[in-house]
């Protein structure tokens, strides 16, 4: 999933986290690693593994990451290995990247379900990007000038959600993920066991 930086995704993927949870439907979300220092109450790996340049570096170079991006001058990366313990455990995953990260995941595992949420509008951006209050506004300027380009990737995702009412938005992506759980190469294992109780009956099919 990704979207310009205050774009909204963050809550978006939490509260159908939370119905996921509700429904037992097993769901992980991805705890990215990132050079940028730590925000007022960010908590280092509950929001984000903060790390150094040297130590990004180094795990860039043993492959650790499923993908990595700069992003305002900052590096971030999804762990490969956290992903793929999740998916080996059936759980579906959520990675809250940008558009350059999104473009390699969806590269590197076809299968992956690409979503861009857009804000309704410049004004709404910005006004989100100053009332999260946690950037100085040379940064919020470089944000907004760094989404306009993001934006413009929007047709490379399967889908796209405007963050126009979050309740709308959250309904837009359970809706997206009750989808992706059904589709044929992710049901066949299930499907195949209750046609072999069919077949066991000798019913021919
Ligand atoms: P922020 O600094 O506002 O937390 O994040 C800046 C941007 O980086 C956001 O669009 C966020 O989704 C994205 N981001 C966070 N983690 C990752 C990651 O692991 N990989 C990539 N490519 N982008 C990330």
């Given at each position: 999933?990704?979207?310009?930086?205050?774009?909204g995704?963050?809550?978006?993927?939490?509260?159908?986290?939370?119905?996921?949870?509700?429904?037992g439907?097993?769901?992980?979300?991805?705890?990215?690693?990132?050079?940028?220092?730590?925000?007022?109450?960010?908590?280092?790996?509950?929001d984000?593994?903060?790390?150094?340049?040297?130590?990004?570096?180094a795990?860039?170079?043993?492959?650790?990451?499923?993908?990595?991006?700069?992003?305002?001058?900052?590096?971030?990366?999804?762990?490969?290995s956290?992903v793929?313990?999740?998916?080996?455990?059936?759980a579906?995953?959520?990675?809250?990247?940008e558009?350059?990260?999104?473009e390699?995941?969806?590269?590197?595992?076809?299968?992956?379900?690409?979503v861009?949420?857009?804000?309704?509008?410049?004004?709404?951006?910005?006004?989100r990007?100053?009332?999260?209050?946690?950037?100085?506004?040379?940064?919020?300027?470089?944000?907004?000038?760094?989404?306009?380009?993001?934006?413009?990737?929007?047709?490379?995702?399967?889908y796209?959600?405007?963050?126009?009412?979050?309740?709308?938005?959250?309904?837009?992506?359970?809706?997206?993920?009750?989808?992706?759980?059904?589709?044929?190469?992710?049901?066949?294992a299930?499907?195949?066991?209750?046609?072999?109780?069919?077949?066991?009956?000798?019913?021919?099919?």
């Open positions: 999933m990704a979207s310009p930086s205050g774009g995704k963050t809550t978006i993927i939490r509260q159908v986290m939370a119905a996921m949870a509700g429904r439907w097993p769901s992980y979300f991805s705890v990215s690693h990132t050079t940028r220092a730590p925000r007022e109450g960010e908590r280092n790996g509950v984000y593994h903060f790390v150094d340049r040297p130590t990004f570096a795990m860039i170079e043993r492959g650790e990451f499923l993908e990595w991006a700069e992003y305002v001058g900052n590096l971030y990366g999804t762990s490969r956290a793929e313990a999740q998916r080996a455990a059936g579906d995953v959520f990675l809250d990247i558009v350059q990260g999104a390699q995941v969806k590269s590197r595992i076809p299968e992956a379900v690409s861009f949420v857009l804000p309704p509008s410049l004004a709404v951006l910005r006004q990007l100053e009332q999260r209050g946690k950037d100085a506004p040379a940064v919020i300027d470089k944000r907004i000038r760094v989404a306009a380009k993001e934006m413009a990737r929007y047709p490379g995702f399967d796209v959600i405007i963050n126009d009412r979050l309740e709308e938005a959250v309904q837009a992506l359970d809706a997206i993920v009750a989808a992706a759980r059904c589709r044929t190469a992710r049901q066949a299930l499907a195949e066991r209750i046609l072999a109780d069919f077949r066991a009956a000798c019913v021919e099919v």
